[in-house]
């Protein structure tokens, strides 16, 4: 059984209601969950909700039948499901409780009758969901709910790094449904969750800081669990206008608003105001100011150019910067590396410079291509970007990089295979790597750390490759 079926068979063919692009709209501004709204009170019915049914990935786990099972990331994003899972996704059963229509709906993105839903859920969480533009009806069959988004829940070891019963450390995080469910958006989607996001958040420093930055933020996974775990005020900046809503929701329902701040903006380019318009003297410009962690999951695919102009699904992952009329501001699409992959990568640590306060760290999940010559691009980078620091001398720099084993990394060949949706697009990704001279691909992590060296003005790197 499909949940992600080629995208060959649904090019085109994918309906939803137009109320997909209005999806939490009133959260372009930042909202206070003390103020009297419609929106507010809407979150707060949805997030009791979701607390009274046990909406946890232990649950969501048990309904799968892998209660305690240890599993490679969100295992229920897979492309296909055994037989053991046809009694939750077969859609000639009826939803048997609130749990299994969340989870068809909100996990799964399965659409239901309203009747059942209604049933179910009730009439104040249904029109909740529907005001929030979580939910919609379909324009094509009468009667029938489509979920606009997903909610994902986050296992609490998943922060606590080991078994945990403690259930308030877990996340709920609204997100887009992966594609092609998100293919009617008008809008760019919001990145979904997967391993690496898991990831990341598992293998980020943990200490108490003051002062943490989350880049490319997405849904504010990184920034969210931050304020959870250790930092004491998160900035979370995405260029992506529906991200930016998402992530102050995801806020909110997590119950961090209060330290969590969301912000439109393109990587350290970004501004807060302070009770006044954009350009009044009360703005603070956020690139002047210096952060004690800097978290990201970049946009690292190296999709080429001309294929990401032609064929539409690329559209997600294009490379460089939007140009869809459509969308009013230039941003970076969801998955954009450049056309060699590390575009967004190269600036986000060329920045670091600039934005890390001494001693502050840097946690990145990403794709690594040649994993071996990265040193020596890391290093160059960062001594084009070092400044130096009151005649001081530049940063010194110790780094860490987590890879894939090589038996476990793409060739040219398997990485072609994996993105290209046919023969004629494999071969156009060959030649693509080829010119770009990427000859394996790996995912990993990469930390930084960075020391303030007195009086020294040549530069210093330590660098370890660890495989995975």
Same mark, same amino acid.
């Given at each position: 059984?499909?949940?992600?079926?080629?995208?060959?068979?649904?090019?085109?063919?994918?309906?939803?209601?137009?109320?997909?692009?209005? +999806?939490?709209?009133?959260?372009?501004?930042?909202?206070?969950?003390?103020?009297?709204?419609?929106?507010?009170?809407?979150?707060?019915?949805?997030?009791?909700?979701?607390?009274?049914?046990?909406?946890?990935?232990?649950?969501?786990?048990? /309904?799968?039948?892998?209660?305690?099972?240890?599993?490679?990331?969100?295992?229920?994003? /897979?492309?296909?499901?055994?037989?053991?899972?046809?009694?939750?996704?077969?859609?000639?059963?009826?939803?048997?409780?609130?749990?299994?229509?969340?989870?068809?709906?909100?996990?799964?993105?399965?659409?239901?009758?309203?009747?059942?839903?209604?049933?179910?859920?009730?009439?104040?969480?249904?029109?909740?969901?529907?005001?929030?533009?979580?939910?919609?009806?379909?324009?094509?069959?009468?009667?029938?709910?489509?979920?606009?988004?997903?909610?994902?829940?986050?296992?609490?070891?998943?922060?606590?790094?080991?078994?945990?019963?403690?259930?308030?450390?877990?996340?709920?995080?609204?997100?887009?449904?992966?594609?092609? %469910?998100?293919?009617?958006?008008?809008?760019?989607?919001?990145?979904?969750?997967?391993?690496?996001?898991?990831?990341?958040?598992?293998?980020?420093?943990?200490?108490?800081?003051?002062?943490?930055?989350?880049? *490319? *933020?997405?849904?504010?996974?990184?920034?969210?669990?931050?304020?959870?775990?250790?930092?004491?005020?998160?900035? %979370?900046?995405?260029?992506?206008? /529906?991200?930016?809503?998402? +992530?102050?929701?995801?806020?909110?329902?997590?119950?961090?608003?209060?330290?969590?701040?969301?912000?439109?903006?393109?990587?350290?380019?970004?501004?807060?105001?302070?009770?006044?318009?954009?350009?009044?003297?009360?703005?603070?410009?956020?690139?002047?100011?210096?952060?004690?962690?800097?978290?990201?999951?970049?946009?690292?695919?190296?999709?080429?150019?001309?294929?990401?102009?032609?064929?539409?699904?690329?559209?997600?992952?294009?490379?460089? /910067?939007?140009?869809?009329?459509?969308?009013?501001?230039?941003?970076?699409?969801?998955?954009?590396?450049?056309?060699?992959?590390?575009?967004?990568?190269?600036?986000?640590?060329?920045?670091?410079?600039?934005?890390? +306060?001494?001693?502050?760290?840097?946690?990145?999940?990403?794709?690594?291509? %040649?994993?071996?010559?990265?040193?020596?691009?890391?290093?160059?980078?960062?001594?084009?970007?070092?400044?130096?620091?009151?005649?001081?001398?530049?940063?010194?720099?110790?780094?860490?990089?987590?890879?894939?084993?090589?038996?476990?990394?793409?060739?040219?060949?398997?990485?072609?295979?994996?993105?290209?949706?046919?023969?004629?697009?494999?071969?156009?990704?060959?030649?693509?790597?080829?010119?770009?001279?990427?000859?394996?691909?790996?995912?990993?992590?990469?930390?930084?750390?960075?020391?303030?060296?007195?009086?020294?003005?040549?530069?210093?790197?330590?660098?370890?490759?660890?495989?995975?």
């Amino acid at each position: 059984m499909s949940l992600r079926p080629d995208w060959a068979q649904w090019d085109g063919k994918f309906v939803t209601s137009t109320g997909i692009n209005d +999806a939490l709209r009133d959260f372009s501004s930042k909202v206070d969950e003390k103020e009297e709204n419609k929106s507010v009170r809407d979150a707060i019915v949805l997030r009791d909700l979701l607390a009274s049914i046990g909406y946890t990935a232990a649950n969501v786990q048990q /309904r799968f039948g892998l209660a305690g099972a240890k599993t490679a990331g969100p295992f229920y994003l /897979r492309r296909r499901f055994d037989h053991r899972h046809a009694h939750l996704l077969g859609m000639q059963t009826s939803p048997r409780d609130e749990l299994d229509v969340i989870i068809r709906m909100l996990l799964l993105g399965l659409s239901l009758p309203v009747e059942q839903v209604q049933e179910l859920l009730g009439d104040q969480v249904l029109s909740a969901m529907t005001r929030l533009s979580l939910v919609g009806p379909s324009p094509a069959i009468p009667g029938l709910l489509v979920p606009h988004v997903q909610i994902f829940p986050v296992d609490p070891s998943a922060l606590l790094r080991g078994e945990s019963s403690d259930e308030s450390m877990g996340l709920l995080m609204v997100t887009d449904l992966m594609p092609p %469910c998100s293919a009617a958006l008008e809008e760019e989607p919001v990145m979904y969750i997967g391993p690496d996001s898991l990831g990341l958040v598992h293998h980020a420093p943990r200490r108490e800081e003051e002062a943490v930055l989350d880049l *490319c *933020c997405g849904s504010g996974i990184q920034g969210i669990a931050a304020a959870k775990l250790y930092g004491k005020q998160v900035t %979370c900046v995405d260029i992506n206008e /529906r991200a930016v809503r998402f +992530a102050r929701f995801n806020a909110m329902i997590n119950g961090v608003a209060s330290r969590v701040k969301v912000l439109q903006g393109d990587l350290y380019d970004f501004h807060e105001k302070m009770g006044h318009e954009m350009g009044s003297e009360s703005e603070v410009v956020m690139s002047q100011r210096r952060f004690n962690v800097i978290l990201s999951n970049p946009p690292f695919v190296p999709v080429p150019f001309d294929l990401k102009k032609r064929v539409k699904r690329y559209n997600v992952f294009a490379d460089g /910067r939007n140009e869809n009329t459509r969308v009013k501001q230039i941003r970076l699409i969801l998955v954009a590396g450049g056309e060699d992959g590390e575009a967004v990568l190269k600036r986000i640590i060329t920045g670091a410079s600039r934005h890390l +306060a001494a001693g502050g760290r840097v946690a990145i999940v990403t794709e690594i291509f %040649c994993a071996h010559l990265l040193p020596e691009r890391m290093k160059r980078w960062l001594i084009e970007s070092s400044p130096l620091s009151e005649s001081r001398g530049r940063r010194r720099w110790r780094c860490l990089v987590h890879v894939d084993k090589e038996e476990n990394m793409y060739t040219p060949a398997t990485y072609s295979e994996a993105r290209a949706g046919n023969k004629v697009e494999r071969l156009e990704w060959e030649e693509h790597l080829k010119k770009m001279r990427i000859e394996t691909v790996g995912r990993g992590y990469i930390f930084l750390k960075a020391y303030m060296i007195s009086y020294v003005i040549s530069y210093m790197i330590s660098y370890v490759i660890s495989l995975m």
